[in-house]
């Protein structure tokens, strides 16, 4: 679900274009045995709105891999021209209506069809420079000094997660572990989100089969939207 909301210039993000670059490293243990991926993910995502209709379409997609010293590169030709639709009520609020279709040996890498998930990043609390403050979703903000007129904040969180989840097929596991995020965001009030960084950390732990799997992964994300001429 795409999180926005009331005080979120939805509108301004009419015709913007942003660029993704996300690494993402997994370490994962099993019993004595270690095995090490790495991913890479750089798309680029086009914005319109008609009318209460908000459309994320993917206008390009390099997705690589790294496993057991092997490198691949992933042929994303079944995504890149997919859309994500949302409906948007009186309040701005975004309600996912349709997601591209990702073929499965991409699924298997990156789900790129969960990017919209929570690729925009929250609306800062209101607050002065230097000040800090904790929002509904126990993210905990600090606003930075402003530079060029665009407003600067930091963000971390820590979370816990434990349960049940599927995880091949229709097998599920217990899962259990822990994340923490250090964030940065460059804010325009009038036009959103500018460029944001995310690093997050999880320690996750599974058990399926009599087995315990352990597993790292470090996450870092990078957006920036682009400035078109007609944005100006």
Not at 1 to 17: E, F, K, N, T
Not at 204 to 213: A, D, E, S
């Given at each position: 679900?795409?999180?926005?909301?009331?005080?979120?210039?939805?509108?301004?993000?009419?015709?913007?274009?942003f660029t993704e670059a996300i690494r993402t490293e997994v370490t994962t243990r099993v019993a004595t045995s270690e095995s090490h991926r790495q991913i890479s993910r750089d798309a680029r995502f086009a914005v319109t709105l008609q009318g209460d209709t908000l459309t994320v379409s993917a206008d390009s997609l390099i997705l690589t891999e790294l496993s057991d010293g092997r490198s691949r590169t992933l042929d994303t030709d079944g995504f890149v021209g997919g859309r994500y639709l949302?409906?948007?009520?009186?309040?701005?609020?975004?309600?996912?209506?349709e997601r591209p279709f990702v073929p499965d040996d991409l699924i298997?890498?990156?789900?790129?069809?969960?990017?919209?998930?929570?690729?925009?990043?929250?609306?800062?609390?209101?607050?002065?420079?230097?000040?800090?403050?904790?929002?509904?979703?126990?993210?905990?903000?600090?606003?930075?000094?402003?530079?060029?007129?665009?407003?600067?904040?930091?963000?971390?969180?820590?979370?816990?997660?434990?349960?049940?989840?599927?995880?091949?097929?229709?097998?599920?596991?217990?899962?259990?572990?822990?994340?923490?995020?250090?964030?940065?965001?460059?804010?325009?009030p009038t036009r959103g989100p500018l460029h944001w960084s995310r690093r997050i950390e999880s320690d996750?732990?599974?058990?399926?089969?009599?087995?315990?799997?352990r597993a790292t992964v470090i996450q870092r994300i990078a957006v920036k939207r682009e400035w078109m001429r007609e944005e100006r």
């Open positions: 679900m795409l999180v926005l909301g009331p005080g979120y210039p939805v509108r301004a993000l009419d015709g913007a274009h949302f409906q948007l009520d009186s309040l701005g609020r975004a309600a996912l209506l298997e890498v990156s789900d790129v069809g969960r990017a919209m998930d929570d690729f925009f990043p929250s609306l800062p609390p209101a607050m002065i420079v230097g000040a800090e403050a904790t929002d509904a979703s126990a993210r905990h903000w600090r606003r930075l000094t402003d530079s060029s007129g665009v407003q600067r904040f930091r963000w971390t969180v820590e979370q816990e997660h434990n349960g049940t989840e599927a995880v091949a097929d229709s097998v599920t596991a217990a899962v259990s572990g822990s994340s923490h995020e250090v964030s940065a965001l460059a804010w325009s996750i732990t599974t058990r399926l089969r009599g087995q315990t799997i």
